[in-house]
């Protein structure tokens, strides 16, 4: 329909007609001068008609015109330093192609703020703002990124099931639901499927994949539906080589969020791209965290404000906006996770990035039977897992893996609230649009 995008138009262009469509994004009637801003997804173009020097038709297609509905217009690019760029286009025809309503339900032009609720109620007008656009072009970026490395480092894509029988990550953060005549949940995690994976011979997998997490949590960087770049590589010495590849998989990501100029200009952001990733253990960090006056039981898992003031001292003492924490204590982790020797201990870690926690994973424990000691330890019935524990009594290499969460990354990466990088956030409270 189009010949140019608003963003193709230069003063190089001066002279030439063209063909644009997109929103109305403004009018401005000054009697004998009429300036309509069409907007598109490169950006903005003035649109600029005189009354003597416009045809009668295009004057008056203005000004039946409403703001935001869908144009096509055709005319004459001509160079003028008082237009915004310098350039504008002086209409032959104006096409109405789609009408929109009013009032609107949100105001585009940012003249009049929303709160979030309003955005996410009328997301898909949210989401011509240009600086909320970038968000979503900047995240497809970061998600390419991402792929990228992982394929390079001869990642298999997989996509696994996400209606399942038993938990993965806990019983108490499951969505049941009905299936025909049995119980089933939605798919936490893809951790048993890909662990499964190891035994088959492809080595390494990945998903670019959804978690569904039943957590009563209504915080800045917690959702009910996530989406995570889950990996699982067999044949490791250790959790290190694990940790390895998520540290490249990572900066793959934030190096290419850096470079988006265009999305960070609309954006009014700078991306730090930070050095090699320090790494410090879970005991360190409980020691950091007394010193600066928070006093966790050993044994607990972080909670929200300690990751936080955990994520201060690493950019004010190391100078760390990212940092892996290790060896956790056994217990607070998972049953497929590897014990260290002592089995106080557990060969796991978690990604920090500015005091939010965006991965972790560990060694996988491969030995069936400790497997199963594991599952009862952990109350549950390793009945249930007969289908997973099955995979590993033929031949399973050592193994282990991580996810790593793409909206927590994108959050981090702008500073911004969770919802905000989530299209249609799934909270609570949120189950449409
Ligand atoms: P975990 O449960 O820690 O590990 O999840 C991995 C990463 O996913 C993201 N994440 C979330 N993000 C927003 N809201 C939530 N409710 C939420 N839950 C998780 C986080 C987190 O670090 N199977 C293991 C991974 C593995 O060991 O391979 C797992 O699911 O960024």
Redesign the pocket.
Known sequence: MRSHYSGDITGRLDGKKVVLAGWVHEIRDMGKLKFLVLRDREGFIQVTAKKGDTCEEVLSAIDQLSKESVIKVEGLIVKNEKAPRGVELKPDSIELISKADSPLPLDVTQKVDADMDTRLNNRFMDLRKPEVAAIFTLRGEVVNAGRGFLREKGFVEINTPKIIASA??GGT?LFPISYFDREAFLA????LY?QMMMSTGLDRVCELTT?F?A?E?DTR????E?T?F???MAFIEDEEDVMELLEGLVMSMVKKASESDAELERLGKKINVPGKIEGITYDKALKLLKENGKNIPWGEDLDTESEKLLGEVMEREYGKQLYFITHFPLESK?F??MPCEDRKYSR?F??GYKG???????Q?IHDPKLLEDRIKHAGLNPENFGFYLQAFKYGMPPH??????????MMQLLDLP?REVVLFPRDRHRLTP
Request: negative net charge; contains cysteine.
């Open positions: 993965s990550e953060e936490q995690s893809p951790q890909k978690y997490r957590e949590h960087r917690h959702l009910n996530v995570a889950d990996c699982e998972p497929y996770t796991s978690d990604l939010v926690e965006v991965a972790s994973g560990s996988r282990g893996g991580f996810g790593l969460g793409l909206d927590r990354v969770i």
